[in-house]
Nanobody, 126 residues
Framework: EVQLVESGGGLVQAGGSLRLSCAAS????????IGWFRQAPGKEREGVSC????????YYADSVKGRFAISSDDAKNTVYLQMNSLKPEDTAVYYC???????????????????RGQGTLVTVSS
């Protein structure tokens, strides 16, 4: 059973930083796609960032490019999303998503992966 457990969300002022973590277990292959998408109240799901384990290639939504960075620690089976220069419009529930034998095609890929976590709320105050 695949489990993805997010942590690191919270309340931060605009301009601040947060680091989200996603601890993954149960993926049956070392070849997988993993990343983050977010959903704000009343808005559509938005893919934020994606990384393919086999290539290390990363993708970012234009809205976060230059401010967010995705990384992985294979030894800990954990993926991180470092979020800097946060804006009120970054407020959303952030979900980690993953799927074995998949590659990231774009930043939108995480919104369509098979497995997802319970989400962690990020609130950015102005």
């Amino acid at each position: 059973e695949v489990q993805l457990v997010e942590s690191g969300g919270g309340l931060v002022q605009a301009g601040g930083s947060l680091r989200l973590s996603c601890a993954a277990s149960g993926l049956i292959s070392d070849n997988y796609a993993i990343g983050w998408f977010r959903q704000a109240p009343g808005k559509e799901r938005e893919g934020v960032s994606c990384i393919s384990s086999s290539e290390g290639v990363t993708y970012y939504a234009d809205s976060v490019k230059g401010r967010f960075a995705i990384s992985s620690d294979d030894a800990k089976n954990t993926v991180y999303l470092q979020m800097n220069s946060l804006k009120p419009e970054d407020t959303a529930v952030y979900y980690c998503a993953a799927e074995s034998f998949r590659r990231c095609g774009s930043s939108r890929t995480p919104g369509y992966l098979e497995h997802r976590g319970q989400g962690t709320l990020v609130t950015v105050s102005s």
